[in-house]
Structures are given as C-alpha cells and as structure tokens.
Nanobody, 123 residues
Framework: QVQLVESGGGLVQAGGSLRLSCAAS????????MGWFRQAPGKEREFVAA????????YYADSVKGRFTTSRDNAKNTVYLQLNSLKTDDTAIYYC????????????????WGQGTLVTVSS
C-alpha cells in the first residue's frame, strides 16, 4: 500500500511558475513509476508526466513538453513537478499516482492516487 499527498498548488498568473510535490509513504516507493495527471472542470483526467523508478526515463504530454519537468528523490520518497510558463489552460486539479514498472500514460495503469492539489492560472 502506498499513500500519496500532493502539495504546492495555488493561484499564479499566466507565465508564472509553481512546484508541486508528492510525498509518498508505504513500502517500496523507489520501485514505482510515478505519474502526474490533471483534471480540469468538466473534463477527463489526463496524463501530464511520468518518471520511472530510476529517474532515467521521463515522459510528458505534448501540451506540457518543454514547460513542465518531473523529478524524484527516492531517498525522500518524494516526486516533484516543476510547472513553468503556465497558461490558463493549465488550470486543473493535479494528482500524483504510483504504478508498476510498466505504467506510463494511462490512468488505469496506476494503482495509487493522491487527493490532488489545485492549480489556478489567471490571465
């Protein structure tokens, strides 16, 4: 079992930056693929980024590539999402999730979810 708690959301102007954190507790954090997803009002939850257990591989949605960066510190059981050059379209609740080594883009590939943190980007 893995428990995930996100933090770092808030209100920011377009063009600004935020750093989200996701603290994990439970066993074997370092073996999980960690993903970030977001859900805007009235929309489906969508993939944002994922990072493999070794941090050697990271994946991004086209909509955030070049603006967002995910990283992890296995010693601290924490994964991060740096959000730069934010746009109003980035407004959403951001969730972190833990999945198996094969997890990548799909919601169904992840077994554990945090409660989410709200990011609001104003124009």
């Amino acid at each position: 079992q893995v428990q995930l708690v996100e933090s770092g959301g808030g209100l920011v102007q377009a063009g600004g930056s935020l750093r989200l954190s996701c603290a994990a507790s439970g066993r074997a954090f370092s073996t999980y693929t960690m993903g970030w997803f977001r859900q805007a009002p009235g929309k489906e939850r969508e993939f944002v980024a994922a990072i493999k257990w070794s941090a050697a591989s990271a994946y991004y949605a086209d909509s955030v590539k070049g603006r967002f960066t995910t990283s992890r510190d296995n010693a601290k059981n924490t994964v991060y999402l740096q959000l730069n050059s934010l746009k109003t379209d980035d407004t959403a609740i951001y969730y972190c999730a833990a999945g198996s080594i094969r997890a990548r883009y799909a919601v169904g590939e992840y077994d554990y979810w945090g409660q989410g943190t709200l990011v609001t980007v104003s124009s």
